[in-house]
């Protein structure tokens, strides 16, 4: 079965700095992708960036972006020029891409992040 | 489209009593979910569907527990007896089979037993 670790349970970061959160995985597929959703205190999950395990390009969206190292299994969240409204529990996620497991998200625990102002 | 829609929003009930949670997925997604969230075991999967037939219910924790998905537009999940563990916030999402398939989530019901 596949596992997902966030090994950071809080993170803090200023206003306009950049910070980076951490996620590694467990699996012996070699398709799948990998997701992380953003939780604020609405308890709304909200999906902010997603990458296909077959694609070697890390995906950006905005402010968000991700380090993907496959070999490592490690996928990481970079959120530059942090803003208030960034400040949320956030979760790694992993997805088959095929089999018995398909369709099933497996989340990392979460790691809360706070951002100063 | 409205996006995935949970009702209620809040419940709060006795020990002892029934429970129904409902859920309307996305128009045309053909998978749908229901993840209990908690403090101490985070996002769990209870049970998920395929073009309404339940594929895996491994995560349902014990036999009070029941989901069901009549049609492609709505499904419950059902809790009887309710006891003070089953507290917690239940998600319902829903995703498209093909391409790169997020999630799209509901606002949860957050579910107190007393």
């Known amino acids: 079965a596949q596992t997902v670790t966030q090994s950071q349970p809080e993170m803090s970061v200023q206003e306009a700095e950049t910070v980076t959160l951490s996620c590694t995985y467990d699996t012996s597929e070699s398709d799948y992708y990998l997701f992380w959703y953003k939780q604020p205190p609405s308890r709304q999950m909200i999906l902010v960036i997603r990458q296909e395990a077959y694609k070697q390009q890390n995906a950006t969206e905005n402010r968000f972006s991700v380090n993907f190292q496959k070999a490592a299994k490690s996928f990481s969240l970079k959120i530059s020029d942090s803003q208030l409204g960034d400040a949320a529990m956030y979760f790694c996620?992993?997805?088959?891409?095929?089999?018995?497991?398909?369709?099933?998200?497996?989340f990392g625990q979460g790691t809360i992040l706070t951002v100063h102002p | 489209d409205a996006g995935v829609i949970q009702s209620p929003r809040h419940e709060v009930t006795e020990m002892g009593q029934e429970v129904t949670l409902r859920c309307k997925p996305i128009s045309g997604h053909d998978y749908l979910f229901w993840y209990r969230q908690t403090m101490m075991r985070g996002l769990e999967l209870l049970i998920y569907?395929?073009?309404?037939?339940?594929?895996?219910d491994s995560g349902m924790p014990e036999d009070r527990f029941s989901a069901k998905m009549p049609n492609a537009s709505f499904s419950t999940l059902k809790i009887q007896p309710s006891e003070p563990r089953d507290s917690a916030v239940y998600f319902c999402a829903s995703s498209f089979y093909r391409g790169l398939g997020g999630y799209t989530f509901g606002s949860g019901t957050r579910l107190t037993v007393v």
């Open positions: 996620a992993y997805r088959s891409s095929g089999g018995t497991s398909y369709g099933k998200l497996t």
């Open positions: 569907f395929n073009n309404n037939v339940p594929i895996d």
